[in-house]
Each structure stands twice: as C-alpha cells, then as structure tokens.
C-alpha cells in the first residue's frame, strides 16, 4: 500500500523572517501520533490515510506545543475514492482520550462541501463559518496542492485559500479556549489520502 500515491513532489520549506518550520520534511520531531500506520513522511511530505482502505476514524497528528495567536500556513493536498473525503487542520484544541485519537477545538476544514470553513469538532459540532461556493470554485485547486492559512488573533479568526479569504469569524462565547494544539487531521470513512507540507507558524503573541 503506497499512502503517497500522488503526493511524491515536494517544494523546499522556506520560512519568512517572522515565521518558524512545525515540520522539518524528514521526521515527526514535535509532533504526535500514529506514525506507525496512519502518518508517514517521504520527500518533504506528511501524509495520512489510504486508498485502497477506508479510514476507520478520524485521524490527527498534533503539535507538541501550544500555540494561541498566531498566521499558520501550510500547503495540502487531498485525494479520495469512495466515501466521506475530508479532512482539516485544529487549532487552539485540546487531545480527548474518549473517543481516543480525537480532538476538541476549531478546524479549518478540508473536503467537498466544506473547503476551507470554520467546524468546531467534538464541542458544539457545528459549522460556525462557511465560505461563498462561487469563491471555492474559482479558488480552490482540486486533486492539486493548495495554499492553507489560519490567522487567530485573539477571538476573530480568518482563513485564507490560495490567497484569498474565505471566513471572517469573531467568537462570542468567552468559555471557549484561545489556545490550544494544532492537529493535522484525515477523517475517518472514507478511502483517502491528505498531504500535508511547507509547514510554518509565526506567533502573535
């Protein structure tokens, strides 16, 4: 089983002036998770998932720091056959031990349907910001590498795709936590493949 089908090619890291490397391309230093089956890196990339096998449940490797305000880019591709083809990236989440593996907190979604909104996973399970579908259509890359970013700053959040923003959002609930762990996530049920690369973070605070 080849989890890399499709995401051989890999561009260099190259961190601005303010921002610093989460993935160095060639090992899972700071960072947890099942890097036994689920996540594997080869030239440059991280990758999760299978398609010649259903992911049994959703999936996260996560940072072994906890970031609050910050602008996280990334580049991610995802791929899939059959069934529910997802993925995201948390931020400002925490680890829960039931159901193991999965976490609590916000995600920047990735999937058809939802590229590039706002879910609050295992909290209040909802979608809290969806972007225009006319701007994903013009935006959005399909089966190629995308530009992610996640700018958190205090309680308004922005992401971007491919440079362009897609969800402007402000919390209102004041028991929500601004901090957490960041997790890269393959959802589970369905047969696909995400790769994760050029991973950089530049903290506001």
């Given at each position: ?52 096998q259903e992911v ?49 907190g916000y995600q ?42 996640i700018l958190a ?53």
């Amino acid at each position: 089983m080849n989890l890399l089908y499709g995401c051989r090619l890999s561009n260099k890291n190259i961190s601005g002036k303010h921002f610093m490397t989460l993935f160095d391309g060639r090992t899972f230093n700071g960072w947890e998770g099942d890097t036994i089956k689920t996540w594997q890196i080869k030239d440059g990339v991280i990758t999760g998932g299978s398609l010649s096998q259903e992911v049994p449940e959703n999936d996260f490797l996560v940072t072994s720091n906890i970031y609050s305000d910050f602008k996280l880019r990334l580049k991610f591709k995802l791929t899939g056959n059959q069934g529910f083809v997802n993925a995201g990236v948390q931020f400002r989440s925490q680890r829960l031990t039931n159901p193991p593996n999965e976490m609590k907190g916000y995600q920047g979604d990735i999937g058809a349907g939802y590229w590039a909104s706002l879910y609050d996973e295992s909290r209040r399970n909802i979608t809290l910001a969806m972007p225009d579908s006319t701007l994903i259509a013009k935006t959005l890359k399909p089966d190629d590498w995308n530009d992610f970013e996640i700018l958190a700053e205090g309680n308004r959040i922005r992401i971007f795709l491919n440079g362009h923003q897609t969800i402007d959002y402000k919390e209102t609930d004041p028991n929500i936590p601004q901090s957490g762990y960041i997790g890269l996530q393959i959802h589970g049920g369905g047969k696909a493949i995400v790769c994760y690369k050029d991973i950089l973070i530049e903290k506001l605070r």
